[in-house]
């Protein structure tokens, strides 16, 4: 199954978007979080996001969620931290983090691949509301 | 001229003391147009670099040694500038990998690697109001020093002064890149706290290498 990993300068908002997707997913799909700093103050950790993706890592592709500033930079450097190794398999969605998880954890519950949960999460942002 | 493994480390802790005495200033310069943490971001990230670094093998060669701080920025300050100014730090000690002592050249490959290192990771330009505004022109008042064969240690303050007037020049633009951007015109008559962290930086290092 297709992993994914939340990042956000909040934990709270991570936990809270986890704990919303989860439940949808009834726990069936692997999805880690990564907010906040090592200290407990706003801000995103590059290496945690490093460990996240290990952690939800089933072989079949990570999908990374972010909000804004300095959560996008921090999923990029992990993405260059974790190299060659991981290479077209962890991916940020260009998705708005909380609806771009629902979208991206109901896809991959179904069993979808990479590319088609990435496709869907990314699509997350064109959803008219009103 | 050259750098020794033991003059790169005092430069680090140069900085790391800079970063402590302007941590309210430059708290305070973000707090104008952005969250109010620069200043808080940076000094734990350089309190943490200085931890890490008294923890690595005495064999650490410089490249090693600023791959180590690049890392240890990129997981404690938090902010924008964690990703960075930690990217810089980790570009920059890619470029004098394996290397015990640094010449001329090698200090231009870590301006030029630390520079291109914070473009790739913000996407932001000169004229953005950000770091890159202090970092650029430092770079190239270095480099055409150094091809003008002045010596190091006043090549380093012409590029203090650059960088100086880059970050004086972001006071009189807006925001486009960071979280002052949201700020847009509204940014303007504000100096960027990242600018003037660069700035410090900069200037912690020229400082050092004027009184070897
Ligand atoms: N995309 C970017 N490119 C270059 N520098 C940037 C970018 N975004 C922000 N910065 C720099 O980061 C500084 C803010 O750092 P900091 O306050 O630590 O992070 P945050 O904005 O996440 O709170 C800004 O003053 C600016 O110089
Ligand atoms: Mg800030």
């Known amino acids: 199954m297709v992993g994914i990993v939340l990042v956000s300068h909040s934990r709270k908002i991570v ?16 999805i880690g979080i990564a907010g906040g ?16 993706v290990k952690k939800v890592d ?23 931290l974790l190299g060659e190794e991981y ?3 962890v991916k940020i969605a260009d998705a708005p983090l ?17 590319e088609k949960v990435l496709t869907v999460a990314e699509e997350a942002k064109k959803m008219n509301k009103l | ?63 090693t040694i600023l791959k180590t701080v690049g890392m240890t920025l990129v997981s404690t300050v938090g902010g924008a500038s964690g990703p960075l100014y930690g990217t810089a730090f980790m570009r920059a000690g890619q470029a004098v990998q394996g290397k015990t002592e640094l010449t001329e050249e090698d200090v231009v490959k870590i301006f030029e690697a630390a520079l291109q290192g914070i473009k790739d990771r913000g996407k932001a330009q000169a004229g953005d109001k950000t770091m890159i505004d202090s970092i650029e022109p430092a770079y190239k ?47 303007i008559g504000h100096i960027d706290p990242g600018a003037t962290s660069s700035y410090l930086m900069i200037k912690a290092l020229a400082d050092v290498i004027n009184l070897l």
């Open chain 1, 37 to 52: 700093t090592p200290d407990g103050r706003l801000g995103t950790d590059a290496a945690e996001i490093v460990e996240q």
């Open chain 1, 98 to 114: 909380v609806e771009g998880a629902v979208a991206a954890a109901v896809e991959a519950s179904i069993g979808s691949d990479f």
């Open chain 2, 1 to 63: 001229m050259v750098i020794t493994k033991e003059d790169v480390l005092k430069v680090i802790d140069k900085i790391v003391e800079v970063i402590r005495e302007n941590k309210e200033y430059l708290t305070e310069l973000d707090s104008a147009i952005g969250d109010a943490d620069h200043g808080i971001n940076m000094d734990r990230g350089f309190e943490a670099v200085k931890q890490k670094l008294a923890t690595i093998p005495e064999n650490s060669d410089i490249g």
């Open chain 2, 141 to 187: 008042a270095l480099k055409e020093s150094l091809e003008n064969n002045i010596a190091l240690p006043e090549a380093l303050k012409r590029a203090v002064n650059a960088a100086k007037e880059g970050m004086e020049y972001t006071k009189n633009i807006s925001a486009r890149k960071g979280r002052a951007s949201y700020l847009g015109e509204r940014s």
């Open chain 1, 87 to 89: 290479e077209g398999k």
């Open chain 1, 58 to 80: 089933r072989g079949e592709g990570v999908v990374v969620l972010v909000d804004i500033g300095s959560a996008v930079m921090s999923a990029q450097t992990a993405v260059e």
């Open chain 1, 15 to 30: 936990e809270g978007v986890f704990e919303l997707v989860n439940q949808m997913t009834r726990g069936k799909v692997p």
